[in-house]
């Protein structure tokens, strides 16, 4: 890159501030309801690990060679960052057995692209989740926290986790298949409950007391929905909830601000084979989160029974993925319903980040999107995980994580090598006070 060349990763609405810190060592949020628990990482483990390189992976740059294909943030920057990890097994009770020992090859990619990148906080979406939140727990104190191939490890000590909707029994049959059963007739598609959950890491504590969940809101309880006319019985519209995942509320205490940032974490996971509900589901859940953000939303309930969104005052970053693989797999994003006109909504701004690389895209292949978060099985990429923070928050930097062959990381982000993160992962750096 020429010199005095901004990188685009750090050219955000005219702002721009130097990277003088040292990549964050953190510790994180566990959200004090019964679906979180707390996850303190022994010191023991958050050190390097010198000699035990990640299984396929490059040996990590010496100080004096820092990686051009990461960012270094302000040290006074809140750094958020969204990852869709597709880290699942058989069952979750498999997952956490695989993962025990801390030698998954694929939970150790995953760690070292977080550790490369070192978000404050982390929003891991298409993780399984277990009732006793051990996967979350463990993904934490023995990937997390231990630093992979060279690099140094993220102390979490927060952790929040809840169940989702994908693969729980709806008892209907959703796909209209003439039978009930199978992972299309889950509440949110999925084989086994928790099949495809969510998980968030933070370096600062929550309010928890004033963690909101969503998971239980029923479709035909949005007023003017997109459910279609006469697809669905009295039953199955009793059971359809709008999550196809969840939707959580986490308010971030972040030192030196006022209020609290509200972490607003969503996914979306429709079946890959049934357009029923599908798209219209997938419609309403953007435009849940958009009423929930913009101060819209007076009709939803939260799990508790709460009503209502956000205040216009409430600082917030909306993190995790916005669209569903199989849409984008047939329709550009700004084509998708509900998600262009989130884009432009007056109460959050899109940065659009872009790839972090001194390669640039069209040199690697010129009808790459440099925004693209997910790989599909064509071969082509798009993108479908968001940080999309409220329009009165100064952002100071956003990029994707994905570096061109022969850069540092390629091997974390090759979608030849089985253990690499079925997503690329996508950050934002908010200056704070």
């Known amino acids: 890159m020429p010199t005095g060349q901004m990188h685009p990763a750090l050219r955000t609405r005219g702002v721009f501030k130097g990277a003088t810190s040292a990549c964050l060592v953190a510790s994180l949020m ?30 990590s740059p010496s100080a004096d060679e820092q990686p051009s294909t990461t960012v270094e943030k302000d040290a006074s920057d809140l750094r958020v960052a969204t990852l869709h990890a597709g880290l699942r097994s058989g069952s979750s009770a498999e997952l956490l057995d695989d993962l025990q020992g801390g030698m998954h090859p694929a939970a150790r990619v995953l760690a070292e692209t977080v550790q490369a990148n070192a978000p404050d906080v982390l929003v891991l979406t298409g993780i399984s989740y277990d009732e006793n939140q051990e996967i979350a727990e463990t993904l934490n104190s023995q990937y997390l926290a231990r630093g992979q191939n060279g690099q140094t490890g993220m102390q979490y000590s927060y952790t929040y986790t809840a169940p989702t909707n994908s693969g729980i029994d709806s008892g209907a049959d959703l796909d209209g298949d003439g039978r009930v059963g199978g992972p299309a007739d889950a509440i949110g598609y999925g084989s086994h409950p928790g099949e495809r959950g969510m998980a968030v890491f933070s370096a600062h504590p929550i309010a928890e007391d004033e963690v909101r969940t969503f998971q239980e809101f029923l479709w035909e309880d949005m007023p003017d929905n997109s459910m279609p006319e006469g697809q669905f019985s009295d039953l199955e519209k009793s059971v359809l909830r709008l999550p196809s995942t969840s939707m959580w509320d986490i308010p971030v205490e972040v030192p030196g601000e006022p209020g609290h940032v509200h ?12 357009a029923r509900p599908g798209e219209a589901r997938n419609e309403d859940q953007r435009r849940m989160v958009a009423d929930f953000v913009s101060g819209s939303a007076w009709y939803l309930y939260d799990d508790d029974g709460a009503r209502g969104g956000l205040g216009a005052e409430d600082s917030f970053v909306v993190a995790g993925s916005l669209a569903d693989e199989d849409e984008l797999a047939t329709s550009p994003a700004d084509k998708v319903p509900e998600l262009s006109s989130l884009l432009k909504s007056e109460v959050l701004q899109d940065p659009a980040p872009e790839a972090v690389t001194d390669e640039p895209l069209p040199e690697r292949d010129e009808a790459a999107d440099p925004q693209a978060t997910q790989g599909l099985s064509n071969g082509e990429a798009v993108r479908s995980s968001y940080v999309l923070p409220a329009t009165a928050l100064e952002v100071d930097g956003a990029g994707v994580f994905w570096p061109a062959e022969g850069e540092f990381g390629f091997n974390l982000v090759d979608p030849a090598e089985s253990a690499s993160p079925s997503g690329r992962l996508v950050w934002l750096d908010i200056a704070t006070s």
């Not at 707390?38 to 396929?56: C, I, K, R």
């Not at 972490?263 to 049934?274: C, F, G, I, K």
């Open 30 to 59: 566990v959200a004090g309801s019964a679906a979180a628990r707390a996850s303190t990482p022994e010191p023991a483990v958050t050190a390097q690990l010198p000699g035990y390189p990640t299984p396929g992976q490059p040996v």
């Open 263 to 274: 972490v607003v974490a969503t996914d979306l996971n429709s079946s890959p084979r049934s």
